[in-house]
């Protein structure tokens, strides 16, 4: 997977950035304990990224109308246009990094990793 981060890099994509820019245009208004829950990283971590997302303008805050004491998170125009091209140099780049095996292998790998992922969810 070092392959995969090397060239998202050489595009300006970095994996922790780019998972929490992805999430946030995913799900739309999101908390951030809801975020850094599901990218697996702390809040901490969470708050520094986004932090640095809003001061590109890819993400905003805004108050949650039922509780005035939360703030959403939510992507801008620019944050879901950047998110739909870092989604797009990711494709590329699996399609690269995956493109030495075979159409079947291709299948039996998603079909194993599903399997595993199932059993880790329990």
């Known amino acids: 997977m ?11 994509v970095s994996t922790p950035r780019s998972k929490v ?3 946030v245009s995913r799900r739309g208004p999101v908390r951030l304990t809801d975020l850094a829950r599901v990218v697996g990283i702390t809040q901490g971590t969470a708050s520094t990224l986004i932090e640095a997302l ?7 805050r805004q108050a949650d109308d039922s509780d005035r004491r939360v703030t ?4 801008t125009a620019a944050g ?3 998110a739909e091209a870092w989604a797009a140099a990711y494709s590329s780049a699996a399609e690269e990094v995956f493109a030495v095996l075979s159409g079947a292998e291709q299948v039996m790998l998603t079909e194993l990793l599903h399997r595993l992922a199932d059993s880790i969810d329990g």
């Open 2 to 12: 070092r392959a995969l981060d090397e060239r998202l890099g050489d595009q300006g």
């Open 72 to 75: 959403l998170l939510q992507t």
């Open 21 to 23: 820019l992805f999430e």
């Open 54 to 60: 809003a001061r590109e303008g890819l993400i905003e």
């Open 80 to 82: 879901q246009r950047q």
